[in-house]
């Protein structure tokens, strides 16, 4: 053989190693958020629809619950919108949106628009309540477990196949069989 | 209609590379003159269109256009003018188009610097760029558009990365990424020669000055991202082994070793298929540097951008050029004859040495950096490789190759005898052995084994660096650019190697807990912690602490290290705040908050740190000096090179 083939053979070799580890590199949204297996931030914040409301994490304790980041500005969370209004309509587990940085006159016009997703909503206008979960960006959506502990953390928008492959399963059997 | 344009302008400079690429290969394979002659306007336009791209980016992030998604993710309007301009480049898609437009700069540099080569040859030269330019512009397209447009459009942008929000990371990524697509002249000159079969020196010689100044710019870039690194990420390390940083000094060995291996082509006509391997070696790592960092193989602090689709298109894409380039080369080399043969001692074998020792320590880094990836794909667990391997294995090749510079500069071609340049070698070796051991025990007092040695291989190269060219002034010869480079770049390895050899053995280091009013020593300084307020910033807040640092009870100075959390993307980066003194940097950084009033605070004593960069521009300097020399373009005019002794001597 040719000696001068060898650095095409070794190349030939790293090649396939590359694709490889192109094949086992993680997904984009497996960032996993440090809250999980910890207890979800307790808040009490102001509710976007009912101003004389108090939205308080204590309240939600004992039940499952979604937790999704968004805000009238995203417009990822306009794609996922469709996607919470199906779940909203299954009825499986209660949606709790946080309405990160925004407007509430805006997000209110938005919601008759599109219809309301959520349970409840707290307002969360200087951003110090997603500092609290750690939100990179919106949408981001958290599972809480009836413990308050955060089970798992879905970052960009929620598609109709994350619900499934992701929160479906891990919400208790006799809550999941109603969807 | 900004960004569409310019999404238009990067389609037709897809086409016209796709032109150039065809006219410049199969234009000189088929004899046909008037393809040759339309590749030069196709390298223009494509200059063009691609100025016309860059610009319309750069003008709708100025205008913040948050209807793109790129500049949506990545700028913001509180964002200040010159960070607006740099966020260009913050992130994938813009690093890329940037990465393209360095290219065809350095293609337009080609085009007009070698209008006196033989035409086919410079065809070929600018059909293989070509190839590379297409590559590229089809990835920005078709994975990463910077134009791609957001629907509903933002209001306001995410805000550009706050860790890149520093001056000198705005500027880095131009200065590296000039260097990193420069060994593209290089690779191309290099699969010219290969495919015309003519493998001569001539190659060599047009390639040298494009190749140092490739060099010039990535050893530039390289350095200010270490003193980047030390100062904005606020450990005070200097250089961390990332792979991220492997990834651009790998491609920076191989070039150092090219640079050498071309002057022994150039001059002897020996090394040739060792020259062209090198070529294609330094511009694969340049590509493979690309892809570790922009396909998210390896996951380092730097990788902003990390996605599979992206990574198997470069995969392809290194498969053509790589394996083409040396599927060529398998095919070629085995042509080549080297007639002259040289001794033992003779500057040949010297410059040997220094391809092997550079090779190997290129060859370790890439271990290093490849070896947690390959553990991981082939499942064998998860691997993490640091400075505990990288700094002994790099130091076993290249304390070595410091010790045979100084030897080698002083060897000539051919003949393996030092004659009377031995005696002026053991002086300067005495007096450099001397110096150090002064240095080290006297000033210092204390270090480890390997900084006396350290020190006197410094002193050693930047004293015998300077012997040939005094030489050349007393016997009043003429004094060539090339041989003034070479002298400034070899001192300036010589500066580095002191530098670091200090850096390293005398660096002190102290993480305290610090209460308002507390007083804490480290080396001969003292420090007193006053407190913290609260600061605002154009598009950030936070804290800024107050230290007095006082030298034996004598006041020196007052520090302001900041830590901000910038509001748009909730990070908090740490600004350290850095004195210099008696050559030495002192460094305060603040930790984290305590409670109570109290702070962790980080404080570094770190000697002659500043000359390592400093260090790294004056090989820098000497790069751009000896890629000017008029012999280079001289030599052009010529097409058979004149083979005579007056060159013989000079830049090695």
Known sequence: MNRFALPLGLFA??????????????????????????????????????????????DLRGRWYVFNVWGTWCGGCRLEHNVLLQMRHADVVPIIGLDWRDNDAEALSLLSQLGNPYELIAVDHDGREAIDWGVYGAPETFLVNDQGVVVYKYIGPLTQEAWEREFLPRLPAKQAEKS | MLPELGHFALI??????????????????????????????????????????????????????????????????????????????????????LWIFILSCWTVAVTIGSSRLPPRFAARVLGVLGVVSFGFLLFTLATSNPFNRLDPAAPDGRDLN???????????????????????????????????????????????????????????????????????????????????????????????????????????????????????LAFSLSLLGTFLVRSGVLVSVHSFAADPTRGIFILVFLIVMIGGALTLYAWRAPLLKSQAGFELGARESFLLFNNILLVIAAA??????????????????TLSVGAPYFNPTFMLSMLPLMALLSVGIHTSWKRGRLGDKKRMLLTTLVVAAVLA????????????????????????????????????????????RAVVGMTIAHIGIGIFVLALTTVESFTVEHDVSLA?????????????????????????????????????????????????????????????????????????ALGEDLGAGKWSVRIQVRP?????????????????????????????????????????EGAG
């Open chain 2, 516 to 588: 308002k009013g507390g007083m804490t020593t480290v080396g001969a300084y003292e420090f007193r912690f006053v407190g913290v307020k609260a600061i605002e910033g154009p598009n950030y807040d936070g804290v800024g602490g107050t230290v007095v640092v006082t030298r034996h009870g004598a006041p020196l100075t007052v520090l302001y290290p900041q830590k901000r959390q910038y509001w748009v993307q909730h990070s908090v980066t740490t600004e350290a705040a850095i004195e210099m003194h008696y050559g030495s940097n002192v460094l305060v």
């Open chain 2, 608 to 648: 002659l740190v500043n000359l390592v960069w400093l260090a790294a521009f004056i090989m820098a300097v000497g790069g751009g000096i000896a890629a000017s020399d008029r012999r280079y373009r001289l030599a052009r005019t010529a097409e058979a090179p004149v083979m005579s002794g007056a060159a013989g």
């Open chain 1, 13 to 58: 070799l790293l090649a396939v190693v590359l694709a490889i580890g192109i094949k086992h590199s993680p997904d984009k949204g497996t960032i996993a958020s440090p809250l999980i297996g910890k207890a979800a931030p307790e808040f009490s914040l102001p509710s976007l629809t009912d101003a004389s409301r108090i939205v308080k994490s204590s």
């Open chain 2, 162 to 280: 706050p860790v890149l929000q520093d001056p000198a990371l705005a500027i880095h990524p131009p200065i590296l990424y000039t260097g990193y697509v420069g060994f593209a002249v290089a690779f191309a000159f290099a699969c010219a020669a290969m495919l015309e079969g003519r493998l001569d020196q001539n190659w060599a010689r047009w390639t040298r000055p494009w190749t140092t100044a490739a060099w010039a710019f990535l050893s530039c870039g390289i350095a200010l991202g270490s003193w980047w690194a030390y100062y904005e990420l606020g450990w005070g390390g200097y250089w961390f082994w990332d792979p991220v940083e492997n990834a651009s000094f790998m491609p920076w060995l191989v070039g150092t070793a090219l640079i050498h291996s071309l002057a022994v082509t150039d001059k002897r006509g020996l090394f040739k298929s060792w020259t062209l391997l090198l070529a294609i």
């Open chain 2, 437 to 480: 051991c002064g240095l080290a025990f006297g000033i210092y007092s204390k270090g480890r084994v390997l900084t006396p040695v350290g020190a006197a291989v410094g002193i050693w190269i930047i004293l015998t660096s300077l012997v040939d060219p005094i030489d050349r002034l007393r016997r009043k010869l003429s004094l060539p």
């Open chain 2, 364 to 381: 370790t880094v890439f271990a290093g950096t490849m070896a947690p990836l390959i553990s991981d794909s082939l499942g064998l667990g």
């Open chain 2, 12 to 97: 037709l400079a897809l086409l016209l590379a796709a032109l150039q690429a065809f006219f410049g290969i199969a234009g000189p394979m088929l004899g046909r003159d008037r393809w040759i002659a339309a590749v030069t306007p196709a390298v223009a336009g494509q200059f063009v269109m691609i100025g016309t791209s860059v610009a319309c980016l750069i003008t709708s992030f100025v205008g913040n256009d948050f209807s793109v998604a790129y500049i949506a993710e990545n700028s913001n309007s509180a964002l200040p003018l010159f960070y607006r301009v740099s966020a260009m480049w913050g992130a994938h898609e813009g690093s890329l188009l």
